[in-house]
């Protein structure tokens, strides 16, 4: 055998006044018995020599496991009970084992023997001598190539009135996964200013993304975004046309590296708490949360 049961209960309640020499003179000692299926020679020196054991310590482990568990049987051999009775019952099932693989073969032996050739009169070691000939089927030519089916024209939807096409939800959902912006450019257009008029936010992410290819960092612009938010609070130009377009002050003059500082006639306190609450209202906007 190339592997034998190690059960820790019964093995410890057997060997729990062994030392750590003794432990391992017992297994070498079960390795040798199992792989051999045979039992040990009576000799300890010989026993010695199988478990590697050179000092005299080791020498003594070896000697008080083989009298212990290896006792001197009729035959003049070492022999351990409970290893006896297990390769007795492995050698058992194996024997079992085999016999239910031969079983299949024997019958199917049987069977061939009851139907001699199958249906055709000679047994399967005998050649036939009219097999039967396998009538041809005959294959139908296959059809031309049909013309493709032209697909139908995309439905559109059409508005209340009727006569205005409304993009079917397809169409929506595609351009608007196609033109979904990163996250830094929406945190920055959401603190940017608003103003009266136009401002273009396809135009601002154009220049966004020029801007990014020429090696400006997006933190940097996100900055300038905040600091131009303030600026326009504190002088009161939120909502007008003097709001400059995103599209401008992202382009390349880089207005966004400008400092905007409040004009001098603004009192200064008032201008540092103002300064302050603007741009915490720029990075609260930034940040998805209105104060």
């Not at 019964?10 to 299926?37: F, M, N, P």
């Not at 590697?52 to 351990?80: L, S, Y």
């Not at 249906?119 to 013309?147: F, T």
Request: hydrophobic share 30%; net charge positive; with cysteine.
């Amino acid at each position: 055998m190339n592997y034998w049961k190690r059960f820790p209960g019964d093995y410890g309640r057997d060997t729990s006044h062994l030392t750590i020499a003794e432990h391992g003179a017992y297994a070498l000692l079960l390795d040798v018995y199992y792989s051999t299926e045979k039992p040990l020679p009576a000799d300890i020196s010989v026993l010695s020599r199988m478990c590697r054991a050179t000092t005299p310590d080791e020498q003594a482990a070896v000697k008080a496991v083989a009298e212990e568990f290896f006792p001197i049987g009729d035959d003049g051999k070492r022999h351990n009970g409970r290893a006896d009775r297990q390769l007795e019952k492995d050698r058992a099932f194996a024997e079992s084992q085999a016999q239910k693989a031969r079983l299949p073969r024997k019958n199917s032996q049987k069977l061939a023997g009851a139907n001699p050739g199958l249906s055709h009169g000679c047994s399967p070691a005998e050649p036939q001598l009219n097999p039967p000939v396998p009538v041809p089927v005959p294959v139908p030519d296959p059809p031309p190539n049909p013309s493709p089916t032209p697909k139908p024209p995309q439905e559109k939807e059409m508005d209340t009135s009727g006569l205005n096409p409304v993009p079917s939800r397809r169409d929506s959902t595609t351009r608007t996964t196609k033109n979904a912006y990163p996250p830094d450019f929406e945190q920055a257009w959401s603190a940017y200013p608003k103003r009266a008029g136009g401002n273009s936010k396809a135009m601002a992410f154009k220049a966004w993304k020029a801007r990014i290819k020429s090696g400006i960092d997006p933190g940097t612009m996100l900055l300038g975004v905040m600091r131009y938010a303030a600026y326009i609070d504190m002088t009161g130009k939120v909502g007008t046309e003097y709001v400059q377009q995103a599209a401008t002050f992202f382009g390349p003059a880089e207005h966004f590296n400008e400092p905007w500082d409040p004009p001098q006639q603004i009192n200064k306190q008032a201008a540092v708490e103002s300064s302050n609450r603007a741009a915490l209202e720029a990075f609260s906007r930034a940040q998805g949360v209105y104060l």
